[in-house]
């Protein structure tokens, strides 16, 4: 099929490419002329694992090309997705890119003779596609929805695995206006086997938001149980949560064999989550519950939950050294998770600005992160290191944020020979098998120490 997408951010293009290389003809849509450049040159603005190699395939087959004419992109395609961002606004979601482009995306199907089916890929909170896009979509357009199509489509992509969660998706949902609609995005989709799910637009929008609210739920939930061990000697929180894993409804003996599902890697203490979604999202449908006055209770508690957890790291690092004046930290991790560049609501720059303040010299050392961006608020501040020597030499404390397995493997003896201090501090618990020397201090998470 010929599939315009309006957007071209991580959702957009993994999407794009994705369709292109199972067949369909795309034309990726942005406003910015560098990006359609980068894109059409097949690069890609950002960091995601596979996607660069796809994107060389699809452009060189002609399969896929970058345009900022969003008339000529929709006119030329049957099916239009919109993958434009919803930033964060004061708890709730700014819907002005998706408003500009269901208003330009309407004044374009004036130039569109055949059914058209627009699809909405961003998330956003219920009701925003049967009235705001709609009405956009019906006044820009002149038609009334229904003479268009109109779905409402969620993604499931993880950032740094976006490929592989679009070409083998655990579930497709397919938000309908009609059963037009649904029935050509099934179109779409036709190669892919897994179950779908056709429903009502709403029933869409807030499938999204509930499945990324229980991530985020069970991952304070340990964070919860952590706190609780950190203030009661002889408990530890990792062994605790091997125990709750352990119930056969959570890791079920099949075949006299235990499988461990995914969703018990949400189920470990850590420093909290972040990144562009499970933030965003809680807060968005709790700001969501309030102007329907409904108290989100749990929701409020899970971000209130994952906001301390970054200072539980200063404190640590405070008592350990008595003050932080002056004292040397070395971070390491400042993605929000392993295998991403991304430090979009990283706990890492929330236990960054806390060292700050207590007036510690910050070091930071991450192995996919190139340099720290300007603008996070501390410009100049903290010393970005290039090799995991560098950050520690002459450290006082390092502090342990993002999960990278491959700190488990470093030469820990030597690294530890060159700190002033030998202090650790491991908020997400991945150097606990360290054989560490006798000087070291370690100090883990969920636990007295
Ligand atoms: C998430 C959802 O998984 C995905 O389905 C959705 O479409 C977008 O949001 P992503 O933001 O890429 O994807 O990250 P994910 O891998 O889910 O991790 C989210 C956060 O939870 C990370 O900050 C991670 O470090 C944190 N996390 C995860 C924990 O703090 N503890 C855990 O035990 C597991």
């Known amino acids: 099929m010929r599939i315009a997408i309006v957007g071209t951010g991580y959702v957009g293009l993994t999407t794009g490419v994705c369709l292109a290389s199972m067949g369909h003809e795309i034309s990726c849509v942005d406003i910015v002329p560098e990006r359609v450049t980068a894109i059409n040159n097949k690069k890609v603005p950002f960091y995601e694992p596979g996607l660069a190699e796809m994107l060389s395939k699809v452009v060189a087959s002609r399969r896929l090309y970058a ?50 089916l627009v699809v909405l890929k961003s998330t956003v909170v219920p009701g925003t596609t049967d009235t705001l896009v709609c009405n956009l979509l019906e006044e820009g357009s002149g038609l009334q929805a229904g003479e268009f199509g109109l779905c409402m489509n969620p993604e499931f992509l993880r950032e740094g695995s976006a490929i592989h969660d679009f070409m083998n998706p655990d579930r497709i949902v397919i938000g309908q206006w009609d059963e037009r609609s649904g029935q050509t995005l099934a179109e779409v989709y036709k190669p892919f086997d897994c179950p779908r799910i056709f429903t009502t637009l709403r029933n869409a929008e807030m499938i999204k938001y509930a499945a990324n609210a229980l991530l985020a739920t069970l991952v304070s939930f340990s964070n919860e149980i952590a706190a609780l061990c950190e203030v009661t000697p002889d408990t530890d929180v990792n062994v605790v949560m091997q125990g709750v894993h352990l119930d056969r409804r959570l890791s079920p003996v099949i075949n006299g064999e235990r499988i461990k599902p995914g969703i018990l890697n949400f189920l470990w203490a850590g ?53 932080l004046r002056r004292a040397i930290i070395a971070v390491l991790g400042l993605a929000f998770k392993p295998g991403t560049d991304d430090l979009r609501e990283s706990p890492a720059l929330t236990v960054i600005k806390l060292l700050l303040d207590r007036g510690a010299i910050v070091r930071a050392y991450d192995p996919f992160v190139t340099s720290i961006p300007p603008g996070l608020g501390f410009d100049n501040l903290v010393t970005f290191c290039n090799t995991p020597e560098e950050v520690l030499r002459d450290s006082d404390t390092a502090i342990v944020v993002t999960a990278y397995p491959e700190f488990a493997e470093w030469d820990w003896t030597t690294l530890c020979n060159s700190m002033r201090h030998q202090i650790i501090i491991d908020g997400r618990n991945i150097l606990r098998k360290v054989p560490w020397p006798k000087k070291v201090r370690y100090i883990g998470i969920g636990r007295v120490n």
């Open 271 to 323: 420093c909290g989550f972040g990144g562009s979604c499970l933030p965003k999202d809680v807060n968005a449908l709790r700001a969501y519950a309030r102007e329907r006055t409904v108290t989100p209770y749990l929701l409020d508690a899970v971000m209130n939950i994952n906001n301390k957890r970054p200072a539980i790291l200063e404190k640590l690092a405070e008592e350990a050294l008595g003050s």
């Open 67 to 116: 345009t900022t004419d969003l008339v000529e992109a929709i006119t030329r395609s049957e099916v239009t997705f919109i993958t434009v961002g919803t930033p964060q606004s004061n708890q709730g979601i700014d819907l002005s890119y998706i408003a500009t482009a269901a208003r330009q995306i309407g004044y374009a199907l004036r130039h569109v003779s055949d059914y058209h």
